[in-house]
């Protein structure tokens, strides 16, 4: 199994173990997931982790976005480079919503704007959103 399978694997369990819902609660209620996977400019990973720890997921909770787990690869060619990481939203438009409230928010343009002052920490940002399936377990 591939790293991208394997935290992909490990996102979707962690989603049931922090919400307890079941799939078709989820479809019934609109809650999508989404996993995020940033790619870093050599070297950056860690002042990436350390705006995440510092301000980043603050600054999601006050504009509703949940943070559900992050994750870091321990294998090649991702380690050192990479950050996974799983939110929850209300639904794809609370999603929307969220993201652009969050991207002009002043806080997070002045943090964003002093972790880069020596440069840029994010080569590439992939977002996929999800939807738990009906057979998905309970832990």
């Given at each position: 199994m591939g790293a991208g399978a394997m935290v992909s694997a490990m996102a979707g369990v962690e989603v049931l173990a922090q919400t307890g819902d079941k799939a078709s609660a989820s479809?019934?209620?609109?809650?999508?997931?989404?996993l995020r996977v940033y790619h870093t400019y050599e070297g950056k990973l860690n002042d990436l982790l350390a705006r995440f720890r510092n301000h980043t997921r603050t600054i999601f909770n006050r504009h509703g976005i949940h943070s559900v787990a992050y994750w870091t690869p321990t294998d090649a060619p991702l380690v050192g480079k990479t950050l996974f990481y799983v939110l929850r939203h209300p639904s794809r438009a609370a999603a929307t919503a969220n993201w652009a409230a969050f991207h002009d928010d002043p806080e997070w343009k002045q943090v964003s704007a002093a972790s880069?002052?020596?440069?840029?920490?994010?080569?590439?940002?992939?977002?996929?959103?999800?939807?738990?399936?009906?057979?998905?377990?309970?832990?």
């Open positions: 479809s019934s209620t609109g809650v999508v997931y989404e880069e002052v020596n440069g840029k920490l994010v080569e590439s940002v992939e977002s996929t959103f999800l939807q738990l399936t009906d057979f998905s377990p309970h832990l």
